[in-house]
């Protein structure tokens, strides 16, 4: 998979190679990958991804217009469930007959919420492509239990290590049921684990986004909330 992924970065990307490096080592150099700045680093980092988007869906959405078409698809599904529970075959005949209106509603809000996503989607790639191999040199495989005890001789691409681990995480996750593969055992104490960047940006994400959704009056679906002062997205 990780191959896969290259190759299409390669392809995409491959002309701004130069650029990577320098920011690679760039992050490198201020000792943004390893502990404890690294779980830091990658918490700001979400943080002004976050804001871009936000402030991005702000320019680009026009949420009153989102917000009413939203208002109307809503009451249009209530009419079709109250006419399917009460069996009421006049106002069954009206939803079917606004129902190819709401399907053209649905999909002229899917696409300008996608909008958006079309515009950022490449340099996200790039950017994201370039800050995740930034945490893929040796110190962070060093932090590794397996790596540490010479098992599999610290191959990235082995079962044990997916990735350069950035955050040491107080609790022994490595052994939980599902969950578990996505950790390993901290080199200095394997009772603790080891996280990497999958699992801590996805978690810094989280943390930030209901502060950034409410700063821009969005949420994270992109559509209308009414409760919000001056609208957002829900």
């Known amino acids: 998979m990780k191959y896969l992924e290259n190759r299409v970065y390669m392809g995409i990307f491959g002309f701004l190679d130069p650029i990577r490096a320098v920011i690679e080592s760039w992050i490198i150099h201020i000792g943004a990958t390893v502990p404890p700045w690294s779980a830091l680093f990658l918490l700001i980092v979400s943080l002004i991804v976050s804001s871009i988007t936000g402030l991005i869906n702000r320019l680009l959405l026009d949420m009153e217009e989102i917000e009413k078409k939203s208002a109307e698809m809503k009451e249009h599904q209530e009419r079709k469930k109250k006419a399917m529970e009460t069996a009421d075959k006049k106002l069954w ?29 490449g340099p996200f790639i790039f950017f994201f492509t370039t800050l995740r191999s930034a945490f893929q040199h040796q110190p962070n495989f060093d932090m590794n239990y397996y790596c540490t005890e010479g098992i599999k001789k610290c191959d990235p691409t082995s079962s044990n290590v997916r990735e350069g681990a950035l955050v040491v995480l107080p609790y022994k996750m490595h052994n939980l049921p599902l969950i ?16 990497g960047f999958g699992f801590w940006y996805f978690l810094s994400a989280i943390m930030v986004s209901t502060l950034i959704q409410r700063l821009f009056g969005i949420n994270i679906t992109g559509m209308q909330n009414p409760g919000q002062p001056g609208g957002g997205l829900r």
């Open 180 to 195: 578990g593969g996505w950790f390993s055992p901290y080199a200095n104490n394997p009772n603790l684990s080891v996280a």
């Open 93 to 121: 005949i009206k939803v079917k007959r606004e129902e190819d209106r709401f399907m053209d509603l649905q999909k002229d809000i899917m696409i300008k919420r996608m909008l958006p996503s079309f515009i950022t989607m």
